[in-house]
C-alpha cells in the first residue's frame, strides 16, 4: 500500500517545473549572461522532478513519536532517521548516470574522472550514496559531488516531507536543518518585518533564524556582521560573518518586488558570490559544479 502513496500530486510537481520555466525565461532576459547555466539547470530541474516520481513508487514513510520529536530538537537533533531511509540503488545509479551522459559533452575530463573511479572500484555507488547520505564529503571532484547530491538529495528530500510538520515555531535556534541536518544554501526575508528564513541546501525545508546571527558559526557579535550589496540591486544582498569568513546571499522578499524562486535566484547571482569571494569571504555549499574551481577561482 505504501508504494502508492503520493506526497504530493503530480500537478503540484508539473506546476513547480512549469513555475521554474518561466523563471528561468525572465532571469536569461535580465541577465543574458547566466544563459548557458540557465538552461543546464531547466534540464537539471525537469529531470529531478521526474527522478522524484519514480523514487516516490517505492519510498516507505517514516514517522516519529512526537516526544521523541520534541526532544531530538531541544538537543539540536535532525529529525530524519537517516539509518531508515531506503535506498533503491538501482534507480538511484541510473539516474546518476543520465546526469553523468548529460554533462559529458560539456566537461569530459572531469567525466573521465568519474568513470575510471567507478571502474577501479566495483560497487563504489553504493558507498558513495552512503556516505552522501550522511552528507560527508565524498570527492574533491566538484561534478562528482553535485551528480551525487543530485542524486541522493531527492530522496531527503521526499523523506524530509513526511517530517516538515513537527518542527513548530520556535522549536529550532539552529544554523543547519531541523530536518535532515543539512547547511542552508540562501537566506530570504518576508513578511511586513522582514523574518529571516534559511532554506536548506540538502532538503529544501525552510526555517526560521535570528537576523542577527551567522549560521555558519553561531556568531552573533554585531560588530563582526555585515553585509553589502550590488548597486541597482535591491532586494538581494551578501550577509558577511567576520568570525569565520563566511557568507550568506540573502533575498529580500519585500523589495525584489517578483515571483522569487530562491534556488533560481542563487544561480543567476553568482556575480555576489564572486564579489564575496574577492573580498575574502566563502561559502562552501556547493550547488553549482564547476564554480569552486573555475568561475569563481
Ligand atoms: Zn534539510
Ligand atoms: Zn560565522
Redesign the pocket.
Known amino acids: 500500500m505504501f508504494g502508492l502513496l503520493s506526497i504530493e500530486g503530480n500537478e503540484a510537481m508539473n506546476d513547480r517545473v512549469r513555475a521554474a520555466v518561466v523563471r528561468i525565461e525572465v532571469l536569461k532576459a535580465e541577465r543574458p549572461i547566466y544563459t548557458e547555466i540557465l538552461e543546464f539547470f531547466k534540464q537539471i530541474i525537469q529531470e529531478k522532478e521526474d527522478y522524484k516520481k519514480s523514487l516516490e513508487r517505492t519510498l516507505v514513510p517514516v514517522q516519529i513519536n512526537e516526544k521523541l520529536a520534541e526532544v531530538k530538537l531541544k538537543e539540536g537533533f ?1 529529525l ?1 532517521p537517516l539509518d531508515e531511509i531506503k535506498c533503491n540503488y538501482p534507480l538511484m545509479r541510473e539516474h546518476f548516470l543520465k546526469l553523468l551522459a548529460n554533462v559529458k559533452e560539456r566537461v569530459g575530463d572531469a567525466v573521465r574522472d568519474i568513470e575510471s573511479t567507478m571502474e577501479a572500484e566495483k560497487d563504489c555507488m553504493k558507498r558513495m550514496i552512503q556516505e552522501a547520505l550522511r552528507q560527508e564529503p565524498v570527492s574533491k571532484n566538484s561534478l562528482l559531488t553535485f551528480i551525487l547530491n543530485e542524486t541522493v538529495n531527492p530522496l ?2 521526499l523523506y ?1 516531507s513526511f517530517l516538515r510538520d513537527m518542527v513548530r515555531e520556535g522549536m529550532w535556534t539552529r544554523g ?7 547547511k542552508p544554501f540562501v537566506g530570504v526575508l518576508r513578511g511586513d518585518e522582514g523574518k529571516r528564513w534559511l532554506l ?6 525552510e526555517w526560521p533564524f535570528m537576523r542577527m546571527e551567522c549560521p555558519y558559526c553561531g556568531n552573533n557579535d554585531q560588530k563582526k556582521l555585515s553585509y553589502f550589496m550590488a548597486e541597482e540591486e535591491e532586494g538581494f544582498r551578501v550577509e558577511v560573518c567576520d568570525a569565520c569568513k563566511s557568507y550568506i546571499k540573502t533575498i529580500d522578499e519585500r523589495k525584489a518586488g517578483i515571483e522569487i524562486i530562491p534556488y533560481l535566484e542563487n544561480i543567476a547571482t553568482l556575480h555576489l558570490d564572486m564579489a564575496a569571494r574577492n573580498r575574502g569571504y566563502r561559502n562552501e555549499i556547493l550547488l553549482i559544479p564547476g564554480t569552486t574551481e573555475k568561475a569563481l577561482g
Open positions: 535532525p530524519i531527503i528530500e524530509a543547519y536543518c531541523p530536518i535532515c541536518g543539512g536548506c541546501s540538502v532538503c529544501s525545508s
